[in-house]
């Protein structure tokens, strides 16, 4: 019996199993990349069609050639489900590149947009009679005024956190219209020294150059005696005399040995009658009210049962009260509150504690003995997960801020987030909202500007 017949290029045929492995053997198959590879793992790479076992005969359509029946319809080369599942994996598994693409292509365009200043200059010069008040020029002689050392400046409800670590302290929080402003002092031979640590603290920096004397001097200028005025019941703020300045002292060392110090260095601005005080009736408010933070001993402050003019900054954690509005309680009342962590009277106690073992209860607390109410926001409503307050943080903050109200007491939130900035806007605004009566920041533009009430990114 004869052999196979080799027919001509126009009748061969082609095995696609046999040919392919006759290649492998002879090492005529280009090896795969790495690429490939992944494809080839992922399901991913072109489909050879040799799962398919495609014997076609190139000959006369229908004769037989190869192993080709006569008249035998031609299978498709792709199944269509098949390549339907493997067009779906694909886009499955491109997607989350895509996504992130997109993201990354509307992220480069917002920096872009947001840093268009450094590039554009969008303010608006107004050069309106530039020359206005200037000698040989229309207004000479009155583009000043008595009062004008703080014109255009609008009180806000913000304090300045660490003020002393500013460029120019207590005038750079002034300038932005913040109405309290933190100094830390520490007693080294009765003297006062401002800084943050230790470390930080030098001959020339004290509580007095740095705060009581300046104080003194810019609300003489905003008190002027002439013809028309003798008072000194105006305040820094030129475009509202009433509002006071909260000049809040961090007692650092022992508050017992650092409290007689500090009245005494008040002095300056007690005699000139620029201090807020209770008069044993009724607070008398002034230009500067002093509220003791850190190692401020309570019982220090409210020995005199006549005459205070350094309040306490009470624990604003300790205040907590159900509101009106808030059908189940999560807290008990002031009688039932904790208070063991309030008992010592060494300084070591921190903020809101140290010598408070002479009250029974928070309801001590009140507008006779303290102005604010503040707590450590980490440390009493704690992490905020996904940048939004849990309700129950909610409630501690709402509870919080209703019991120092309900005394008279203005509410300070410390150690808030900072970063994200888009989060640390978030809490501000929030807590704004549920009405915390000063905002504690760092950024002293950022609060001023109100920049903190819009959407920021993430990472500016």
Same mark, same amino acid.
């Given at each position: ?15 696609s199993?046999e040919?392919?492995d006759?290649l492998k053997s ?19 790479g072109?489909?050879n ?5 495609d014997?076609?005969?190139i000959g006369r359509k229908?004769t ?5 029946r ?5 299978e498709p080369?792709?199944?269509k489900?098949?390549y339907?599942?493997?067009l779906?994996?694909?886009a499955?598994i491109a ?7 997109m993201f990354g292509?509307?992220h480069i ?5 947001g ?7 969008f303010?608006v ?11 040989g020029h229309m207004g000479?002689?009155?583009a000043k ?9 609008q ?6 956190h660490?003020d002393?670590w ?10 932005w219209?913040?109405?309290? #402003?933190?100094a830390?002092?520490?007693?080294f031979?009765?003297?006062?020294? %401002?800084g943050?640590? /230790?470390?930080a =603290?030098? &001959?020339?920096r004290?509580f007095r150059s740095?705060?009581v ?17 003798n008072t ?5 703020f ?5 509002q006071?300045?909260v000049?809040l #002292? ?7 040995e650092l409290?007689p110090? %500090?009245?005494?260095? /008040?002095e300056? =601005?007690r &005699?000139k ?7 044993g009736d ?8 002093v509220?003791?933070t850190g190692n401020?001993?309570?019982d220090l402050?409210i020995r ?5 003019d350094?309040?306490?900054d009470?624990?604003l954690?300790?205040?907590?009260e159900?509101?009106p509005?808030q ?6 009342s002031?009688?039932?509150l ?5 008992s010592?009277t060494?300084?070591s106690s921190g ?5 408070t ?7 001590a ?7 604010y109410a503040?707590?450590?926001?980490g440390?009493?409503?704690?992490f905020?997960?996904?940048?939004e307050?849990?309700?129950k943080?909610?409630?501690i ?5 209703h019991g120092?109200h309900?005394?008279?007491l ?12 888009s989060k ?5 605004h929030?807590l704004?909202q549920?009405?915390?009566?000063v ?5 002293l533009?950022?609060a001023?500007?109100d920049q ?8 500016w």
């Amino acid at each position: 019996m004869e052999g196979p017949v080799m027919h001509s290029a126009e009748g061969s045929y082609r095995d696609s199993i046999e040919d392919d492995d006759y290649l492998k053997s002879n090492g005529s198959e280009t090896p795969p990349s790495r690429f490939g590879k992944l494809l080839s793992t992922l399901h991913l790479g072109s489909r050879n069609g040799r799962d398919e076992y495609d014997y076609e005969g190139i000959g006369r359509k229908g004769t037989t050639d190869g192993l080709l029946r006569s008249g035998r319809p031609r299978e498709p080369r792709r199944n269509k489900k098949a390549y339907a599942m493997w067009l779906l994996r694909k886009a499955v598994i491109a997607s989350p590149f895509v996504i992130l693409m997109m993201f990354g292509v509307i992220h480069i365009l917002t920096v872009i947009i947001g840093r268009a200043r450094l590039f554009w200059n969008f303010e608006v010069n107004d050069d309106f009679l530039p020359n206005w008040g200037k000698p040989g020029h229309m207004g000479e002689g009155l583009a000043k005024y008595p009062t004008d050392a703080t014109r255009d400046v609008q009180p806000i409800p913000c304090h300045s956190h660490n003020d002393y670590w500013r460029r120019i302290p207590l005038f750079d929080a002034i300038h932005w219209g913040f109405t309290s #402003v933190e100094a830390d002092v520490w007693l080294f031979d009765d003297e006062l020294y %401002v800084g943050h640590n /230790l470390a930080a =603290l030098a &001959k020339n920096r004290t509580f007095r150059s740095l705060y009581v004397d300046p104080l003194v001097e810019l609300i003489d200028h905003m008190n002027p005696q002439t013809d028309f005025s003798n008072t000194t019941r105006h305040g820094i703020f030129d475009v509202d005399p009433s509002q006071s300045l909260v000049l809040l #002292v961090d007692f650092k060392t022992d508050g017992h040995e650092l409290f007689p110090v %500090v009245a005494r260095q /008040l002095e300056a =601005l007690r &005699k000139k009658d620029y201090l807020t005080y209770w008069d044993g009736d009724k607070v008398q408010p002034r230009a500067i009210t002093v509220v003791g933070t850190g190692n401020t001993p309570f019982d220090l402050v409210i020995r005199n049962t006549t005459y205070r003019d350094i309040f306490f900054d009470a624990p604003l954690d300790k205040l907590w009260e159900a509101p009106p509005d808030q059908a189940s309680p999560q807290r008990a009342s002031d009688e039932d509150l904790d208070l063991d962590r309030a008992s010592t009277t060494d300084g070591s106690s921190g903020q809101g504690h140290t010598g408070t073992s002479v009250i029974l209860s928070p309801a001590a607390f009140n507008t006779s003995n303290s102005y604010y109410a503040s707590v450590s926001f980490g440390h009493t409503v704690g992490f905020v997960w996904h940048g939004e307050p849990s309700s129950k943080q909610l409630d501690i903050i709402r509870g919080q801020v209703h019991g120092a109200h309900s005394r008279g007491l203005k509410t300070r939130y410390w150690d808030t987030p900072s970063w994200p900035v888009s989060k640390r806007n978030h809490i501000w605004h929030v807590l704004m909202q549920e009405g915390a009566d000063v905002l504690n920041a760092d950024d002293l533009k950022a609060a001023a500007v109100d920049q903190w009430k819009a959407k920021a990114h993430d990472w500016w």
